[in-house]
């Protein structure tokens, strides 16, 4: 059993960063592979970034270049640092982990671009 908490939303204006936390409570946190996901009002939870257990990462094309997911495993810990924010970036971002057929969602937090 793992248990998520994110952490580090708010309001930002556009082209400011913000950093995501998220952290995990339970064991073998290092063996999980770890996504940021998002999802606007009306519109389906898509994948934002993924890091594997080795550290391999990948992104959705709307963010790539402005958006880093990292995680410190001492720390029970997975990041996504998101720099040049737009108001598409608008969403409540959710942290989830997977292992095999095992995945476990957190409660989400609100991110809002705006001026």
């Known amino acids: 059993q793992v248990q998520l908490v994110e952490s580090g939303g708010g309001l930002v204006q556009p082209g400011g960063s913000l950093r995501l936390s998220c952290a995990a409570s339970?064991?073998?946190?290092?063996?999980?592979?770890m996504g940021w996901y998002r999802q606007a009002p009306g519109k389906q939870r898509e994948l934002v970034a993924r890091i594997s257990s080795g550290g391999s990462t990948n992104y959705a094309d709307s963010v790539k270049g402005r958006f880093t997911i990292s995680r410190d495993n001492a720390k029970n810990t997975a990041y996504l640092q998101m720099n040049s924010l737009k108001p598409e970036d608008t969403a409540v971002y959710y942290c989830?982990?997977?292992?095999?057929?095992?995945?476990?969602w957190g409660q989400g937090t609100q991110v809002t671009v705006s001026s």
């Open positions: 989830k982990a997977t292992r095999s057929a095992y995945y476990y």
């Open positions: 339970g064991s073998a946190f290092s063996s999980y592979a």
